[in-house]
């Protein structure tokens, strides 16, 4: 007899439900985080899933044999009665009257995860993964990231946007060159998708506006902090544009109600992790020729690099969007167009530049995006003007040869964004299993 769960168990927040329960009796199920053995008291850490909730008996108040056998990383189920306590987390203390041990480990931790603060190098933390991910710390970064994808999802639906999902694997890569992963596809050659690119493009000629929260692949030989060879972008593509400052209006529209957003989802993270949530404003914007006079004229800085931004002139642009508009976004627009994708529309005005931007974030760039070639003509005299070969691009063209509205988007490293907002030392640490040259496990 097939039985069917109609009903199933409702979710309860167990730190809201225990501190609701002041004053009353509570059974909650945990792991234990720490304990501390004071004589004939004890404390017990019980970790739940979004924080710590203190526990303590006194005596024999659970049987002797209970009392010495509770050591870190057990799976309980405690009952106790709730007392308001100024001094520890969430403001609540739980004297316990039972111990249900559901699951015991078999090996003392590697880490010590009763610490504060675990103080471990990446390499010591990378391969722990699954067990220092457990930490609070932790947990309070990929909640915030997990905030971060949830606003930008949550605002893109608002205005009008189709949540999509392309496919990532490729016959063709968005940006070309050598930095793609090659894989074998039942004999055939294919690629793991550097960008959503085409298919974005594709999609906002079918429904206007479209977004897409993926894995991207790039296989670039950098091992810097800012680098992964596998992360999460949030992409999205809009049509009917009048120029790529519709873009970048949408983005700001965007950045400004996630910003808002974490900080109403994630005040405990936030104080955690004593992190500083800007104020989204109006994002100045600067051409990057501009750009290059400025840092020349106040830093003193002569660039050698004609096609980009280097990491430290992208500290230097920040630092003075700061000083000069209170702003710690800045967008950089009009790249030179031998260096921006085949895909990137030029100016009308200048040939040489193309409708792109960049958005630099305290230091880091965290968007790419522009306005995108519409015009069937226009797109293969790009392709030919770059001597690519026009037939290896025909599954892309269609898009262009059936009548495309002017359309444009971006890219957000969704990674770098959160290393950013949170202050975090290299990328690695806003990934939770990151992929680099180095590593495939866990």
Not at 65 to 70: C, I, K, L, Y
Not at 215 to 224: G, L, W
Not at 319 to 330: C, D, L, Q, R, Y
Not at 411 to 427: C, D, F, K, P
Request: net charge negative.
């Amino acid at each position: 007899m097939i039985e069917f769960v109609s009903d199933p168990k409702q979710y309860v927040d167990t730190v809201a439900h225990v501190r609701a329960s002041v004053g009353g009796e509570v059974t909650f199920r945990g792991t234990v985080h720490r304990v501390r053995d004071m004589s004939d008291f004890a404390f017990i850490i019980v970790r739940v899933e979004r924080g710590l909730i203190q526990c303590t008996f006194q005596g024999d108040a659970l049987g002797e044999t209970q009392r010495a056998d509770v050591r870190d990383a057990m799976v309980v189920e405690v009952t106790g009665k709730v007392h308001e306590e100024p001094r520890a987390e969430h403001g609540v203390e739980v004297v316990l009257s039972a111990i249900n041990i559901l699951a015991r480990p078999y090996e003392q931790l590697p880490v010590p995860l009763g610490k504060k603060y675990m103080g471990l190098s990446l390499d010591v933390d990378l391969p722990l993964r699954p067990v220092t991910l457990r930490h609070p710390i932790k947990q309070a970064v990929f909640r915030v990231q997990g905030a971060i994808a949830d606003g930008f999802a949550e605002y893109m639906k608002s205005q009008g946007f189709t949540h999509i999902h392309t496919p990532k694997l490729v016959a063709a890569g968005a940006e070309g060159g050598a930095n793609m992963f090659k894989l074998d596809y039942f004999g055939q050659q294919a690629y793991l998708a550097q960008s959503p690119q085409f298919h974005k493009q594709y999609l906002a000629g079918a429904f206007g506006r479209v977004f897409e929260i993926g894995s991207v692949y790039r296989a670039e030989r950098h091992n810097t902090s800012r680098h992964l060879n596998e992360y999460i972008g949030l992409d999205f593509e809009m049509a009917y544009i009048d120029s790529m400052y519709d873009v970048m209006q949408m983005e700001t529209g965007m950045l400004r109600f996630v910003m808002q957003y974490v900080k109403e989802s994630c005040a405990e993270e936030l104080a955690l992790l004593k992190a500083d949530v800007p104020e989204v404003k109006d994002i100045p914007s600067v051409r990057f020729h501009e750009a290059k006079e400025i840092m020349q004229e106040k830093y003193g800085h002569k660039s050698k690099n004609r096609y980009d931004l280097n990491p430290d002139e992208e500290v230097m642009l920040c630092n003075w969007a700061k000083e000069t508009h209170g702003s710690e976004f800045v967008f950089v627009t009009h790249f030179p167009s031998a260096k921006r994708p085949f895909y990137a529309k030029d100016d009308e005005e200048d040939k040489t530049l193309a409708l792109s931007f960049d958005l630099l974030f305290r230091g880091l760039e965290v968007t790419t995006g522009g306005q995108r070639i519409h015009d069937y003509q226009e797109q293969i005299d790009k392709l030919r003007a770059r001597k690519m070969d026009e037939t290896l691009f025909e599954s892309f063209t269609i898009l262009h040869k059936y009548g495309m509205p002017p359309h444009g988007g971006l890219g957000i490293g969704l990674e770098r964004l959160t290393m950013q907002l949170l202050g975090l030392g290299n990328v690695r640490d806003a990934s939770m299993f990151p992929r680099d040259m180095n590593r495939l496990e866990p």
